[in-house]
C-alpha cells in the first residue's frame, strides 16, 4: 500500500495533482483546500495518501494531516458515500468543521456538501458521532462531544480564530470539561489573546 507520497508537483486540476517520485509520476486526487494550498509547479510537497482499489481502477486520496486522512476514511465507512463524496466533503469543509458538524448534528450543513442529502447526512452523523475522534492516540484534549466543549469551541470561532487554531488551543486542557468560561479562558491564553 502507498502510505505517502513525497516528490516534485508536474501538474494539476481541479481536482487532482500529479507528483514525480523517482521519475514515476503518481496521480493523487485532493480536497480544493489542499489544492488552493499548493505551491508553483515543480515545488516539492509531501502527502498522506489513501489507495482506493475498485475492480476497474486504482486511486490514490491525498491529504495534508492525519486528521484529514482519518474524517476521509470514516466518512468511506458510512453506506452511500464513496471516495468522491468523501473528497467533497473535505472540500466543503475542514476536517475539524466537519468534526465539529457531526458531533452537533448538524444535518442541514452537512447536507450542503455536494452529492451529501439529508438522509445521507443523517447517517453520516448517526454512525460516526460516536467514532470520530481526531486527536492522536493518548493525546489530552477537550472532548469535543461535549455540550460544554462545543460551546467554547464556538465561542472561540465567533472570535475570528480558525477552526484548526481553536482545536490546538484547547488541546491539553485538563480541567473541568463541563466548565465553558474555564474552556475559553484556556483557550484564550493559548491563542495570545488574554
Known amino acids: 500500500m502507498i502510505a505517502s507520497l513525497r516528490g ?107 452529492g451529501i442529502g439529508k438522509k445521507t447526512a443523517q447517517r453520516i452523523i448517526l454512525e460516526l458521532r460516536g467514532v470520530l475522534d481526531l486527536r492522536e492516540a493518548g493525546e489530552p484534549g477537550v472532548p469535543s462531544h461535549t455540550a460544554a466543549g462545543n460551546q467554547a469551541t464556538d465561542a472561540l470561532l465567533s472570535m475570528g480564530f480558525t477552526a484548526r487554531e481553536v482545536s490546538l488551543a484547547l488541546q491539553g486542557y485538563e480541567g473541568d470539561a463541563n466548565n465553558v468560561e474555564a474552556l475559553i479562558r484556556f483557550g484564550l491564553k493559548r491563542l495570545g489573546a488574554s
Open 8 to 114: 516534485r508537483v508536474v501538474s494539476l486540476d481541479s481536482s487532482s495533482v500529479i507528483i514525480e517520485v523517482n521519475g514515476v509520476g503518481f496521480r493523487v486526487m485532493l480536497s480544493t483546500q489542499n489544492l488552493a494550498s499548493l505551491g508553483e509547479l515543480k515545488s516539492e510537497i509531501s502527502l498522506l495518501t489513501t489507495l482506493i482499489v475498485r475492480d476497474d481502477s486504482f486511486s490514490l486520496y491525498g491529504f495534508a494531516s492525519e486528521q484529514e486522512q482519518r474524517v476521509f476514511e470514516k466518512l468511506l465507512t458510512v453506506s452511500g458515500v464513496g471516495p468522491k463524496v468523501a473528497m467533497s466533503a473535505l472540500s466543503a469543509f475542514s476536517a475539524e468543521d466537519l468534526h465539529r458538524l457531526i458531533m452537533s448534528e448538524d444535518v442541514t450543513r452537512i447536507a450542503t456538501i455536494p
